[in-house]
């Protein structure tokens, strides 16, 4: 859920604020890359059908979709932006308005959308899909923040990191110089890299890396530590957690295939921190 402080109002006002400074920075960001004006434009219905033209148009009635396949607006091109963030403070009473009573759990009614192959375009509903993009990438942003600034935190705590990563803010109680670093870190790749989706795959590859590392892990303790007492057994023992770690292979190898330089910078970034690694070792084993 969204950000909560108990006054809903003040709460969905924060809100529209954070998706404007969103759309801001995104927009600064396009124009320090140099990019075309037009990346970041919400795309028009009409130029598309134009584009692809039209067989025929039919009604599907009521159904669920999936919020990312919602692209673009009938006719609604200058308030928001390609991710429906709003491009100024004109739709801001009623976007506020509505955010509040989804807070309060009064009943939305359903956006009206036309559909183009896997593409939908908004034709009523342009502010509803505003917030639910909003609300799902806070609460996205929220699980994968915290839980990435935990492990220098756990690492500097165990005394493995640097110690000023292990300080935690009096107020928030939160890993804030963690925080602070991760994100100037992710600012920085993003600049040098280009486009969020290039860095998005770095990390993708990066994570099922892990992911595979990990689970291998199974194997090794069984094997080191077979009398340990194991309070959760893996369920299917060998041969499910094996079967992970031959898709996460299989990825992986596809990964480098079909994308070998970000899987190679990728995969550099994460070996620059075995020297790194082995110095803080080296200095914590002296002191």
Same mark, same amino acid.
């Given at each position: 859920?969204?950000?909560?402080?108990?006054?809903?109002?003040? #709460?969905?006002?924060?809100?529209?604020?954070?998706? &404007?400074? !969103?759309?801001?920075?995104? +927009? $600064? /960001?396009?124009?320090? *890359? @140099?990019?075309?004006?037009?990346?970041?434009?919400?795309?028009?219905?009409?130029?598309?059908?134009?584009?692809?033209?039209?067989?025929?148009?039919?009604?599907?009635?009521?159904?669920?979709?999936?919020?990312?396949?919602?692209?673009?607006?009938?006719?609604?091109?200058?308030?928001? #932006?390609?991710?429906?963030?709003?491009?100024?403070? &004109?739709? !801001?009473?009623?976007?506020? +308005? $509505? /955010?509040?009573?989804? *807070? @309060?759990?009064?009943?939305?009614?359903?956006?009206?959308?036309?559909?183009?192959?896997?593409?939908?375009?908004?034709?009523?509903?342009?502010?509803?899909?505003?917030?639910?993009?909003?609300?799902?990438?806070?609460?996205?942003?929220?699980?994968?923040?915290?839980?990435?600034?935990?492990?220098?935190?756990?690492?500097?705590?165990?005394?493995?990191?640097?110690?000023?990563?292990?300080?935690?803010?009096?107020?928030?109680?939160?890993?804030?110089?963690?925080?602070?670093?991760?994100?100037?870190?992710?600012?920085?790749?993003?600049?040098?890299?280009?486009?969020?989706?290039?860095?998005?795959?770095?990390?993708?590859?990066?994570?099922?890396?892990?992911?595979?590392?990990?689970?291998?892990?199974?194997?090794?303790?069984?094997?080191?530590?077979?009398?340990?007492?194991?309070?959760?057994?893996?369920?299917?023992?060998?041969?499910?957690?094996?079967?992970?770690?031959?898709?996460?292979?299989?990825?992986?190898?596809?990964?480098?295939?079909?994308?070998?330089?970000?899987?190679?910078?990728?995969?550099?970034?994460?070996?620059?921190?075995?020297?790194?690694?082995?110095?803080?070792?080296?200095?914590?084993?002296?002191?």
């Amino acid at each position: 859920m969204p950000a909560d402080t108990g006054f809903p109002a003040a #709460d969905v006002e924060n809100d529209f604020q954070r998706a &404007r400074r !969103r759309q801001v920075l995104a +927009r $600064l /960001a396009h124009r320090l *890359r @140099r990019e075309p004006d037009d990346v970041n434009v919400i795309l028009p219905f009409d130029e598309v059908v134009a584009a692809l033209g039209m067989r025929g148009e039919r009604r599907l009635g009521l159904q669920i979709i999936q919020l990312d396949t919602v692209v673009g607006t009938v006719d609604s091109t200058r308030d928001f #932006d390609r991710r429906f963030r709003p491009t100024s403070g &004109r739709v !801001r009473e009623r976007w506020e +308005r $509505l /955010a509040l009573a989804e *807070r @309060r759990g009064e009943p939305i009614p359903p956006i009206d959308v036309y559909r183009v192959g896997d593409m939908h375009f908004v034709q009523d509903g342009h502010h509803r899909v505003s917030i639910a993009m909003a609300t799902s990438i806070l609460v996205t942003l929220n699980g994968t923040i915290m839980s990435g600034a935990r492990i220098p935190f756990a690492a500097a705590r165990d005394k493995l990191f640097f110690k000023q990563m292990a300080t935690i803010h009096p107020r928030f109680q939160s890993p804030s110089t963690s925080l602070v670093i991760q994100g100037l870190l992710a600012t920085v790749l993003l600049l040098a890299v280009g486009r969020f989706q290039q860095l998005f795959e770095l990390a993708i590859f990066a994570e099922w890396l892990f992911y595979m590392v990990t689970a291998t892990t199974v194997f090794v303790y069984r094997r080191r530590l077979p009398n340990a007492v194991r309070p959760y057994r893996v369920w299917g023992y060998p041969i499910l957690p094996a079967l992970f770690v031959v898709a996460a292979g299989i990825l992986l190898f596809y990964s480098y295939a079909e994308n070998l330089k970000n899987s190679l910078i990728g995969t550099g970034i994460i070996l620059l921190g075995i020297p790194l690694f082995g110095l803080l070792r080296r200095r914590r084993l002296a002191s």
